[in-house]
């Protein structure tokens, strides 16, 4: 009896739950509930930002012409390569594909990162012209397009503040990825035998990217007022 318990294959399920259908209904349930306090977060920001726009708009429009488009627009085609790997990896977690799993999980995390070292690039652009709020922002108007210098300030606040929040959840993404791989890595029987959480964590990584499908042509973008 004792050599035949070690051939029992180990169950997914946690202890406080039932079955296998309560467990994932309890991942899908809290996720989504999680996703929702996200979205009226950004929601606030981007109201905010829909507000001074429509008060400031040629003076927006000015400061925006700083920004490089084609950096966000390199970072967008990033992002949306990395949903693609994320969608490959629950994939394959689905068909219990370790090796597979493991390598789209890895290309998403290297896709981030590349955002990530973008986005410096471009952080480092705005603090060497001195297009960051606060007491050092710049003084001098041809920098942001002869546009009035505390509204420039405001659009670049709501910038960083904006496009900042949206790294961390970047990071917060990469470090949760990095998780889900060591545990695929360990054969740990929660991920590999039930695909859910990789879903769950594929799910939070296209709600960043989502949110960043909105900040490029919000910040990038903006048509020229009238």
């Not at 050599?3 to 029992?8: D, G, K, L, V």
């Not at 085609?77 to 394959?92: D, P």
């Not at 390598?103 to 652009?125: D, H, N, P, R």
């Amino acid at each position: 009896m004792a050599a035949a318990s070690h051939n029992i294959e180990p169950t997914p399920v946690h202890h406080q739950f039932e079955d296998i259908e309560q467990q994932n209904e309890t991942y899908v349930v809290g996720m989504w509930t999680f996703l929702v306090t996200e979205i009226m977060f950004f929601g606030a920001l981007f109201l905010v930002f829909t507000l001074y726009r429509w008060n400031y708009q040629l003076d927006f429009y000015k400061a925006h012409e700083h920004l490089d488009v084609k950096l966000g627009a390199i970072n967008t085609t990033i992002l949306l390569f990395s949903s693609f790997s994320m969608v490959l990896g629950v994939h394959f977690a689905q068909l219990q594909d370790r090796m597979k799993v493991l390598a789209s999980l890895g290309l998403t995390v290297a896709c981030a990162m590349a955002f990530l070292v973008i986005k410096g690039f471009e952080y480092a652009s705005k603090f060497e012209n001195q297009l960051y709020p606060g007491l050092g922002f710049t003084n001098n108007v041809e920098h942001v397009g002869g546009a009035n210098l505390d509204h420039a300030q405001l659009f670049y606040g709501l910038y960083f503040a904006m496009t900042g929040l949206h790294a961390v959840h970047i990071i917060g993404g990469i470090i949760t990825i990095g998780i889900l791989m060591f545990l695929w890595l360990k054969k740990a029987p929660s991920v590999t035998k039930d695909y859910i959480p990789t879903e769950m964590v594929g799910l939070y990584w296209h709600f960043v990217d989502l949110v960043w499908i909105f900040l490029f042509p919000l910040f990038y973008l903006m048509p020229k007022p009238h």
